[in-house]
């Protein structure tokens, strides 16, 4: 068990390659924030879908290089501090290494599984072959004349993910879109796991296939309410639509961009000082209706 | 942005409609008789939920979420909304969703947009200019090269028709068609005829034995010139080109009072 505060300084560093993963769901925007407060710099980051998050992270200066598929925030507008770093009138400076979904899920897959490389049936053709010398292409050791593409195993330094639950142990519980955190988690030296709440063993042990990542793999567990904020946590709260709506006008301008940086993530001093500044009742409007599911019989030893 | 559609006359006895309504529309008719359809959010989703209204009830929908058999509520904003989690028949997890559905071989179509398409459907998500120093920054492929390589065939759907969407030659080839794939690397297998059906604001475009995109409908208002005009590359008209019969009322009362009455996705 850390705080926020103390697991991103006990295990990021300058200079490491940093997973934060979450496909739209569950992204660990708190302990993005913590990291631009600590001013890490020279990261390398790693995500499937780099969106708001990575925006702020490049904005305030501590990615040098990006891993990613995808880029962007929805369909709600553009990531403009990621365009100014990469296009030929902005500023510069943010190194890319691109894939596609299943290229980088595969690499994570590869890590995880300790095995050099893993083969995808995409990739023929496509120009990212010629702009990333990490995808190459291997005969087939069982087939005449076959080739396939491979992705190499990638293993972070640092993988850090949200959930819904874990108990002290860090034995994690997770619904909904599940996105690449348990590859990623596997696949990485170091696992930060921030989630809604600590919870008892038996409340765990009640629903054992629930568990997506067992405690054994998870380096720091931190209790962070509400740390995925703006975006979701399934049964928990929804996304703040709002929020991301808002953030291309604040992305476009760069004064105003530092300006927000400054205001809810330096100034606020921590997830707390974030929480307490959005206001008392603001996730009301954001919390759903419970729908339970109904509860599985795992059955006992006479 | 003004559509070439919106600045054309519609007869008068045919009801007035949106490009978005448009092409949901015709994306609907096209999915006639297939069954299960990769798609994200936007004009795709309505497509299939007008199919799933009308001429297609089984049909099924799968997101890049992993979300499969949704049942939302509301329409959702994102491929990963908690709206779309909610009640779903399954959500499955990301190596399931891209080794095992999409390459494994399970999506009979799969709807991809794109910056720009060529001749036979390859398509550019990434750059616009050179890539390393981009005039603009595009997403990138996301699941889109999967989603081309591993579908049964692909429908793309292109809001704007002009001759910087419709190129002769890509800024970047993020997702080849399979007929480049094979030039490029003709020992790696392929799966799927690529791009078959492309509805844009001008027409419709489907492919011909050699893969090649080639004109089938012109909307009404819309001449053959025109899309010729709009497009960078010579445009082969089939010989049995129609004009697109236009949305019928109750499509159009299915997609505005049943299916996006609160206008997530028509505008």
């Known amino acids: ?295 599985v019989n795992y059955g006992s030893v006479l | 942005m003004t559509s070439v559609i919106e600045k054309a006359t519609a007869p008068a006895s045919s009801p007035a409609y949106t490009v978005s309504e448009l092409l949901a529309v015709v994306s609907c008719r096209y999915l006639q008789g297939k069954r299960r359809v990769f798609a994200g959010i936007g004009l795709p989703t309505l497509a299939v939920a007008l199919a799933q209204k009308s001429t297609s009830p089984d049909i099924e929908q799968v997101y890049e979420s992993g979300v499969c058999g949704a049942h939302p509520p509301k329409l959702p904003e994102t491929i990963a909304d908690a709206s779309l989690a909610t009640g779903a028949e399954t959500i499955l997890t990301m190596p399931v969703l891209f080794g095992y559905v999409l390459q494994g071989g399970w999506i009979d179509v799969g709807f991809l947009g794109a910056a720009q398409i060529d001749r036979f459907g390859s398509l550019n998500t990434s750059v616009i200019g050179p890539w390393d120093a981009p005039t603009v920054r595009l997403p990138g492929s996301g699941g889109a090269i999967e989603v081309m390589a591993n579908s049964q065939e692909v429908f793309v759907v292109m809001r704007r028709h002009n001759t910087t969407s419709f190129v002769r030659e890509l800024d970047f080839c993020t997702s080849p068609s399979p007929i480049a794939a094979r030039r490029a690397d003709p020992k790696v297998p392929t799966r799927g005829a690529g791009v078959t059906t492309v509805i844009s604001e001008l027409g419709v475009f489907t492919s011909d034995a050699e893969g090649e995109l080639c004109l089938a409908s012109i909307h009404e208002g819309v001449t053959v010139e025109q899309v010729r005009e709009q497009t960078g590359w010579p445009v082969k008209v089939l010989d049995s080109v129609t004009v697109t019969p236009p949305p019928t009322e109750e499509e159009l009362r299915l997609l505005r009072d049943d299916i996006d009455p609160g206008r997530v996705y028509l505008r």
């Not at chain 1, 301008?253 to 000082?273: K, N």
């Open chain 1, 1 to 295: 068990m850390f705080s926020l505060q103390n697991a991103i300084g006990t295990f990021v560093s300058d200079g490491d390659v940093v997973a934060l993963e979450g496909f739209t769901h569950l992204i660990p925007f708190a302990a993005g924030h913590e990291i631009i407060r600590q001013r890490v710099k020279g990261l390398t980051l790693v995500r499937m879908t780099p969106d708001i998050i990575a925006d702020q992270m490049v904005a305030a200066g501590c990615v040098d290089t990006m891993v990613f598929a995808f880029t962007g925030n929805s369909s709600v507008g553009s990531l403009y501090a990621v365009r100014r770093a990469i296009e030929s009138n902005g500023t510069g400076g943010l190194k890319l290494e691109e894939y596609s979904h299943y290229g980088l899920l595969a690499r994570y897959q590869a890590g995880a599984a300790g095995i050099p490389f893993m083969p995808v049936r995409s990739y023929a053709g496509s120009d990212l072959v010629g702009i990333n010398p990490q995808l190459r292409k291997v005969a087939s050791p069982y087939e005449e004349d076959v080739e396939t593409y491979v992705v190499p195993a990638l293993n972070p330094d640092v993988a850090i993910i949200h959930a819904q639950r874990a108990d002290r142990h860090g034995n994690v519980q997770s619904w909904g879109i599940l996105g690449p955190q348990q590859e990623v988690a596997f696949a990485s030296k170091r696992t930060i796991l921030l989630v809604e709440e600590i919870v008892d063993d038996d409340i765990i042990r009640s629903d054992p296939n629930r568990t997506l990542i067992p405690g054994f793999v998870v380096d720091a567990v931190v209790e962070c309410k509400y740390g995925a904020h703006p975006s979701f946590a399934q049964g928990y709260y929804d996304r703040d639509n709002d929020f991301y709506r808002s953030w291309s006008a604040i992305s476009k301008d760069p004064q105003r961009l530092q300006a927000w940086i400054q205001e809810w993530i330096h100034e606020t001093g921590g997830h707390e000082g974030y929480l307490t500044k959005l206001g008392e009742d603001f996730f009301h409007r954001l919390t759903p209706t419970p729908h339970l599911s109904s509860p």
